[in-house]
C-alpha cells in the first residue's frame, strides 16, 4: 500500500462524508436491468455483454457459466463422462436448473461494512465506464475472502492480495485505484506531488490504445538529474495528462538529455543553458543505446527526440519555461536526426525465402498453439485463424495491423481475377486494391466459410478475424495486431525448434539466423524482396506497397556496394558481344566505369555511356549493335524483350504491315535468341556451385537495376 493509500486508511473512520462522498459519485441508474441500489442485489444478465456471465449451451439448460467455454459448470461435469459428441451432449442432456445469478450486497447478507459495500459499487461502476468486464463470480469468491471486521477496502494490510486468484487480485486492485483517486481529494492528496506518481492514483489512461485508466505502474521522475528539468516535465505531465506509457517515455527522453547536460556541467542553476547545450543533447540522442548496449534504430531515436521537441515546445508555449534562456531551444533545420537509409545487410528484416518455407512446415504448430477457447469456438478454430493471418501477411506484404483488420468482405473478384480490400491505416488511406493470387484468395474464402459456420461473437460480425477478448473485457472488434505479434507469432517462433536455416555462408556451411530476427513484418520485406528480386519496376512495386514515394520503395531495392561488386565479379567473366563471342572484364570498377545499363544487356558505346544510356542512336535494337555487351544478369529482361517481339510480329502479321517491318522483327528475335542461348551454353560448361553463386549474383543485379531509371519502358504487350 502507498503512502497515500494508507493515509486515507487510517483517516477513513474519522470522515463520516466518505459514504456520501462515495453516494455523490456514483450512478443511481447504473445497469438498472440488473442491478436495485434498494434491495442491494446485482442479479447477472449474460446478455449484457459487460457481464461475464454466459449462457449455457446445453439444451434445456438454465445454467450459466463464469466462463467462454459456454458451459455451466455441472454440464463440463457431465460431458466429461457422456461418451457421444459434442452435437449429441448439446442436443441430448436435460440437467435441472442452476441457481439464480445473485450477488448480494446487502449488509444482513453478506456482512459487508457500509463503507465497503459503498466502495466496491462505486470501483465497479468506475471499472463499467472503461469498458472493463465485470464477472459477479469472481466477486463472489473476493466477499468470501474479507476478513469479518472489514470496514474499509482500504485497511486491507499489505500482501493481502498475494493469496488471492489472479482474477480476485485484479479486480481488487481496479478497485482499490478507482476508490483511492475518489478520496485523494477529501484528503486534501495532490497525486502529483512527488518525484513518484502513481499512474492509478493521478487518473492517467494505460495508454495510447488502451483508453481504460491504469490499475498500477508508477512514473518515475527521479533519474531527471536537474531539478528545473524535472520540473518541466513533470508540469508537462499535470498540463497534458498523457497515457501513462506515453508519459513513461516522455520521461526516459528527459533521462537522455539530463544525462547529457549533467555530463557538460549543467546542474540545478539553468541560467547557463543555450543552444550549444541543445545541440549536445540532440547528439545524444543520436548515439542512445538499449539496456543490453545495442545501439536503437533511427526510428526509436527519433521517436524519443521528438518526445523531448513536443514536451519543450508545449512548455516554452505554455510559460512554463520562462525561467530558461530562450536559446536553449531547437532549430528545426539543424537539431534533427537523419534517417539514413539501412544498406540490405542491415536491415536484417526481410525473412529468408528457405526461413518462410520452413515456417510453412510448422504451421501445424501455429494451428496447435492456442489453448484458448471462446463462446463455442474451439482451439483449433482459433488455431486456423492464426495460421490464415500468418499466410495472408506473408502473401500479400500487408502490415500485420492491415492484415487483422480485414473486413468479412475484403475479397472481389474484377474481370474473374481477386482483388483484396484492404485499408493502409498507417497513411489513413482506406479501401485500398491489391491483385492477389488464386491461391492465396482460397485462403480466405475457405476461412470465410469456416468463419460462418462458428457462433458469431457479439460486435465482431464485421471482421475476417474477429477479436477474443481477455479475461477482463469483452470481445470486440477484431484481432489487434500487439497481440498477434507478442502473443501468438513469437510464442509460435519459439516452438519451433529446428534452426533456422538461411543459405549457406562463406565456407559453405549453414548460416543460421537467431529466432529474434524474424519476425511477423519481415515478412513485408520477404514480399517486397521477391517482386524486386523478379525484376518488378520500381514504381510498379511502389504501388503494391502503396507508398507515396519512391524514395520509400528503394529501401526494399538498397543492394551494398560490397555485394553489388562481389555480384558483379561473379557475371562479368561471362559478359558476351552480340555476336555470342566471349568479352569478359577483369574486374567490377572497369565493368561499371566502361559501360551503361540499357534494358537488355550493357553498352559500351561512349557517348552513350557518358549521356546515361540516354542517347542510343538505334532506339535499343541492342543485339544489332556493335557495342552490346550482356551477360547473364540480363537473360530474364532478354527472354522477356523475345516474348514481346513474337507478340509484335504476330500482330504485325495480321494487320498486313511491310515486308520490311516483319523482316526487322524476325532478325531481332534471331539474333537476341542467339545471345541468350550462348550464355545459356556457356553457363552449363560450369561446375553447378559456380552456376548457383551466378543466378544469386544475377539476382544481386537485376533488384539493383531495378532502382535505377532506365532509358527506355519496356512494355509486354502479350499480358494487361
Known sequence: MTAAARSVAERVEHRPDWIEHLASLTDPDWRSAEWDPSTGVFTADPTNPLTKVFECQVAGCDGWSAHSIALCSGCRKRRVKFAGTDEEFYATERPRPRKDLVTRFTEDLSMLAPAVRAELIFGIQQRDHDQIVFAPMVLRRLLASFPDDLASLLDLPDGFAAALTPSMAGLLRGVLGQIRRAHAPLQGIDPTAGDVWDSALVGLTAGPNRQYRAMSGTIDFRPVRQAWLRRIVQDYGRFIRPPAATLRRIVGSFVIASDVLAARGIGDDPSTVGMADMTAVVEGFSRTTGPAGRPHSTSHRIGLLGFWRRALEFSRLAGLMDDIPT????????????????????????????????????????????????????????????????????????????????????????????????????????????????STADIITGWQQRRAALPQLQHTQDWLFPGLGSRTRETAGHVTAQHFLSKVFRAWIDRIEEPFIAGTGPSGQPRVISKDSITAYGLRHAYAQRHADNGTPIDVLRELMDHRSVETTMGYYTITLTRKQQAINAVASLRIDRHGNPDPVDDAVAYQRQSVSIPFGNCIEPSNVKAGGQHCPIRYQCSGCGFYRPDPSYLTAIDEHITSLRSDLEISTAADNADWVLTNLRQQIDSFTSVADRMRAAMTTLPTSQQEAIHLASDVLRRARAAEPLPLTVINRTGP
Request: glycine share 6%; charged share 30%.
Open 327 to 438: 536559446t536553449f531551444a531547437m532549430d528545426p533545420r539543424h537539431h534533427k536526426i537523419t534517417r539514413v537509409p539501412l544498406r540490405e545487410d542491415e536491415i536484417g528484416r526481410a525473412i529468408p525465402e528457405a526461413v518462410i518455407a520452413q515456417l510453412d512446415r510448422n504451421m501445424h504448430l501455429l494451428r496447435t498453439g492456442s489453448r484458448f477457447h471462446v463462446a463455442g469456438w474451439a482451439a483449433d478454430d482459433i488455431g486456423e485463424m492464426y495460421c490464415v493471418i500468418y499466410a495472408l501477411t506473408r502473401d500479400t506484404g500487408r502490415r500485420p495491423n492491415e492484415v487483422v483488420s480485414l473486413h468479412r468482405d475484403c475479397l472481389q473478384f474484377v474481370d474473374g481475377s481477386p482483388t483484396l480490400i484492404w485499408d493502409n491505416h498507417k497513411r489513413r488511406r482506406l479501401g485500398r486494391r491489391l491483385p492477389i493470387h488464386a
